[in-house]
């Protein structure tokens, strides 16, 4: 991913953490239910976890280790 992608990206994290990480995992994964608890609770650590999640957590090595129901 381009440097202008990322740098948007976090942007977006800083400003509404929730929608950082939808952008980046999806609207229906782990992160993004745990970015938005925290974002309720508290807006600092929303963007913490959305941070975290958008620099730091790649989702094509997470969405590989889950095992598949056929």
Same mark, same amino acid.
């Given at each position: 991913? $381009? $440097?202008?992608a990322?740098? *948007? @990206? /976090?942007? =977006?994290a800083?400003?509404?953490?929730?929608? $950082?990480? *939808?952008?980046r +995992?999806?609207?229906?994964?782990? @992160?993004?239910? =745990?970015?938005?608890v925290?974002? /309720?609770?508290? &807006?600092?650590?929303? =963007? /913490?976890?959305?941070?975290?999640?958008?620099?730091?957590? +790649?989702?094509?090595? /997470?969405? $590989?280790?889950? &095992?598949?129901?056929?």
């Amino acid at each position: 991913m $381009g $440097g202008c992608a990322t740098f *948007c @990206e /976090i942007l =977006i994290a800083i400003l509404l953490p929730p929608l $950082g990480v *939808c952008l980046r +995992h999806g609207c229906c994964s782990v @992160e993004f239910c =745990i970015c938005l608890v925290l974002t /309720i609770l508290g &807006y600092i650590p929303g =963007i /913490i976890y959305a941070l975290y999640a958008v620099a730091c957590l +790649h989702p094509d090595r /997470i969405r $590989g280790d889950y &095992y598949q129901l056929d």
